[in-house]
């Protein structure tokens, strides 16, 4: 009898974990109470829950790494709490962000606010230029934003703080921004207008300042925080089958104070070693937990291809779901990854959309074996009141196409140099190969093998926030 009961539990925590419910967010798997071991089924459902919720913390501290910490990284910026700043646009040499924007020179700053906080200086920047800076948690939430959008072209001082922090809103400080994690990210988008534009975004971008608020103060610091011994990060191909994430993700949790909402979550994790003091030792785990464990990390895949195909793909849900707030996503934890895993870092809704382009006209998926065409007729470009971009990707790496023209994107500030239909639309050639001198202008060049094109709406006006107008298809020709 007992053991019938035994295994009824089990099962029952199976289909709970697999989502049977029929919700998008994962069902809690509660482990069993007391002290007993957990059992292998037990474990697999644990882990598929881990791995959806800890997805984006530690693909977000594996860029984290190569950006702040490891100096031999082609894709390094500098150290922490500085801010580190690059007049170019992203290129297919660019490997470490999936689905990277080659829209904006980007400004990045590594925040560590385990000591004290910092204080941001923003210049006054001209009223048609488009900036903005996206302030970002350790689970890769949208915490705030400065920019055009929400505090204008005026410039500012804003104050940056962790959770630890108690003090009082300095003098002269017009904003606090407050993290649940003690690392986080800032990043900084600058428009470009333009090659000749460039010297221009320099100089936006050497008034990005960050001071210490003893320095900004004029007070003695206090006692530096211990050194971080960071670990190595695990590779994209790793973090996918490794047991070996979940070393990765409790050291993550060092830094990232348990949420009210997620204490029970948390203690579920810990019952199999995952956590800021667990012992989850990959290489210690008998043949049956590994195998459970690689098992929940595959499960979670499959969920969240389950999502890309029954609404991702359908058009039903995307990057306005996937990126925001803590508030915004509502525990939504396969949400959060999805927008992880397909271009984390993503602004919020109000700030960027983000329609992607993956099928043809009938459904079937984009290769550069064929050629397409997409369409913007007259008086329909994309709504914003900033700039709008379609930009290449070559999948399923996710990242910029190499080729012979060194064009990686079109976008509204390239439309003077376009050539317009005759009722002032625009038609885009997506190929590989050239369309010809007349219409190589409007070519946007395609891999050989399968790719995905995805529009950037920088502050969308509300008809492409309430979906009034609709993205362009590509049409096969």
């Not at 941001?120 to 055009?148: K, M, W």
């Not at 003695?220 to 070393?247: G, H, N």
């Not at 070693?273 to 464990?293: C, K, Q, V, Y």
């Not at 005759?422 to 202008?441: F, L, R």
């Amino acid at each position: 009898m007992i053991r019938r009961i035994a295994v009824a539990l089990t099962a029952a925590l199976m289909l709970s974990g697999c989502g049977a419910t029929g919700s998008d967010e994962p069902t809690p798997v509660e482990p069993p109470p007391g002290a007993a071991p957990v059992s292998p089924e037990q474990a697999r459902a644990i882990a598929k829950e881990a791995y959806i919720y800890g997805f984006p913390l530690v693909d977000s501290y594996r860029i984290r790494y190569a950006y702040f910490v490891d100096k031999q990284s082609p894709e390094y910026k500098g150290g922490f709490n500085e801010v580190h700043s690059e007049a170019r646009l992203y290129t297919p040499a660019d490997k470490a962000v999936q689905t990277p924007n080659a829209d904006t020179p980007y400004s990045m700053l590594g925040l560590d606010l385990r000591t004290e906080p910092l204080v941001l200086t923003v210049p006054p920047i001209e009223q048609d230029r488009y900036y903005s800076l996206q302030f970002i948690d350790g689970y890769t939430y949208n915490v705030a934003y400065v920019g055009s959008r929400t505090t204008g072209n005026g410039g500012g001082t804003f104050l940056v703080a962790g959770p630890n922090w108690t003090g009082e809103t300095p003098d002269g400080v017009d904003e606090v921004i407050r993290f649940d994690t003690d690392l986080a990210s800032v990043i900084y988008r600058t428009q470009l207008f333009g090659p000749s534009d460039l010297e221009n975004v320099k100089k936006i971008q050497a008034g990005y300042q960050a001071t210490p608020l003893s320095v900004y103060l004029n007070r003695p610091p206090p006692p530096a925080a211990p050194p971080i011994d960071f670990v190595p990060p695990l590779t994209t191909e790793q973090q996918r089958t490794s047991p070996q994430f979940f070393e990765i993700l409790g050291f993550t949790l060092r830094t990232a104070p348990v949420l009210p909402a997620e204490t029970q979550m948390r203690e579920r994790f810990a019952s199999i070693g995952i956590g800021p003091d667990g012992d989850f030792e990959a290489d210690e785990l008998s043949p049956d937990m590994r195998a459970a464990i690689e098992g929940g990390m595959a499960d979670a895949w499959a969920e969240l291809d389950t999502l890309r195909r029954e609404k991702v793909d359908t058009g039903e849900v995307g990057s306005a779901q996937f990126f925001g707030t803590a508030a915004d996503l509502k525990g939504n934890y396969l949400y959060r990854m999805a927008g992880a895993v397909f271009g984390i870092f993503g602004n919020s809704a109000a700030e960027a959309l983000y329609p992607a382009i993956g099928q043809d006209a009938s459904d079937a998926p984009l290769t550069g074996a064929d050629n397409y065409v997409v369409k913007f007729p007259s008086g329909q470009l994309p709504p914003v009141n900033s700039f709008w971009s379609l930009t290449m990707y070559e999948m399923p790496q996710s990242l910029l196409v190499d080729n012979p023209i060194q064009r990686y994107l079109i976008n509204s500030p390239m439309l003077p140099s376009l050539v317009p239909d005759p009722d002032g639309g625009y038609t885009i050639y997506v190929q590989n190969a050239s369309p010809g001198p007349g219409k190589e202008a409007n070519w946007l060049p395609a891999p050989k093998g399968p790719f995905l094109m995805v529009m950037r709406l920088y502050w969308p006006k509300p008809d492409a926030l309430n979906g009034t107008w609709k993205p362009p298809k590509a049409e096969k020709v």
